[in-house]
């Protein structure tokens, strides 16, 4: 199993940033990609961002490219969201994501539980 936990949360404005945060644990080997996965009130849940750890490829969904990046740190397990010019539309719960993929499509196995990203007008 892998454990994936959130940190970085919170409120902020629109056109402010944000940084959050993801650590895995417990069996990593496992984990050939990390990312995050976003879903609003009353809407489907959303792809945000991965990144390969092979070779540091990154993807994007459309909504957040330009605004967002992701990084991390293959040896600590940790990865990264910079979030800048938010808008009201980023408002959701965060979900951190790790599994045998990286794709966008994938499926992935593990899950965080989640922290919430809250941007006021």
């Known amino acids: 199993q892998v454990q994936l936990v959130e940190s970085g949360g919170g409120l902020v404005q629109a056109g402010g940033s944000l940084r959050l945060s993801c650590a895995a644990s417990?069996?990593?080997?496992?984990?050939?990609?990390m990312g995050w996965f976003r879903q609003a009130p009353g809407k489907e849940r959303e792809f945000v961002a991965t990144?390969?750890?092979?070779?540091?490829?990154?993807y994007y969904g459309d909504s957040v490219k330009g605004r967002f990046t992701i990084s991390g740190d293959n040896a600590k397990k940790m990865v990264y969201l910079q979030m800048n010019s938010l808008k009201p539309e980023d408002t959701a719960v965060y979900y951190c994501?790790?599994?045998?993929?990286?794709?966008?499509?994938?499926?992935?196995?593990?899950w965080g539980q989640g922290t919430q990203v809250t941007v006021s007008s």
């Open positions: 990144i390969r750890w092979s070779g540091g490829s990154t």
């Open positions: 417990g069996r990593t080997f496992r984990t050939y990609g």
């Open positions: 994501v790790a599994g045998s993929t990286w794709t966008p499509s994938g499926r992935y196995d593990y």
